[in-house]
């Protein structure tokens, strides 16, 4: 018998823009869906993916190999499960699932690669998942650039990041009052750790970073050293800093899945 229901909101989002004007690829990376995904699986949780338009997410070549995984076989695991699983194929929007219900899920993950910045960050559906789960305080799990999803929780969260792009802070941070995750301590991909991307996939360098823009918003982020696994917990809110957080993040999301329903 399942245990209860895992919502997982997934990227749209192919291209990012970068300073000067374009775009560079981005995308949803692989193992930071579905290990978190077939770990939920093993522990007897229920899991559905969605995202904004029900197409699904695009995702980054650079995440489509072997070393973010333990080995080979869970790699052709995770990809096998990313394409032919039905919880994986289901079509499904993020309006579709708030129309039917949320009451039905016992958390929410959303998981990173660059897309999210695009797309989740500043999409209404995801912001009004994240404000049931919140109020409700659900398991909510977010990894890598996953945590800025977060900031979709702002009544105005489109133009907030249109004030990070324009440079303007000040408004920003006008933007950001009142912002449920304020005062939450969490972790996000680095800056540092994002360089290399700025410099080998996107050549130029995105408008914001994103432990300073969840700061800006009224968080309290801390990374821990570049490429490390680091989870930071507080309340119902479940942070992981990058692809190899993926286990950990998981784990911490079961086991809050698990506390907030002990008699299964």
């Known amino acids: 018998m399942s245990k209860g229901k895992v919502l997982v909101m ?81 079509g499904r929007t993020l309006r579709s699932v708030i129309e039917e219900g ?33 109020a409700a305080g659900k398991p909510t799990a977010l990894l890598c650039h996953g945590p800025i999803v977060s900031i979709s929780a702002m009544p105005q969260a489109k133009e907030f990041r249109a004030s990070l792009i ?16 304020a005062g939450y301590r969490m972790t996000v991909y680095s800056a540092s750790e994002e360089k290399p991307i700025e410099d080998n996939i996107l050549h130029g360098k995105l408008y914001f970073n994103m432990p300073e823009t969840l700061d800006l918003a009224g968080a309290k982020t801390t990374v821990g050293p570049d490429f490390e696994p680091h989870v930071v917990v507080d309340r119902e809110l479940i942070t992981g800093q990058n692809p190899r957080s993926d286990h950990p993040i998981a784990a911490k999301l079961i086991e809050a899945l698990d506390r907030a329903n002990p008699a299964l």
Do not use: C
């Not at 004007?21 to 229920?46: D, I, S």
């Not at 303007?168 to 995750?181: I, M």
């Open 10 to 90: 997934g990227s749209n989002a192919t291209r990012i823009e970068i300073r000067g004007g374009g775009t560079g690829p981005t995308g949803q990376y692989l193992n930071e869906t579905v290990v978190p995904m077939l770990a939920l699986v093993g522990a007897g949780y229920e899991v559905l993916l969605a995202t904004p338009s029900g197409a699904k997410p695009y995702i980054d070549p650079a995440s489509d190999a072997v070393q973010h995984f333990d080995d080979e076989t869970a790699y052709l695991r995770g990809k096998e499960f990313f394409a032919n699983d039905p919880s994986t194929n289901t």
């Open 102 to 134: 949320l009451d039905k899920y016992a958390g929410v993950f959303a998981p990173g690669g660059q897309g999210p910045v695009v797309d989740l960050m500043q999409d209404p559906d995801a912001g009004e998942i994240l404000r049931h789960f919140h």
């Open 166 to 181: 324009q440079g303007d802070r000040v408004k920003a941070a006008e933007l950001a009052k009142g912002w449920q995750y």
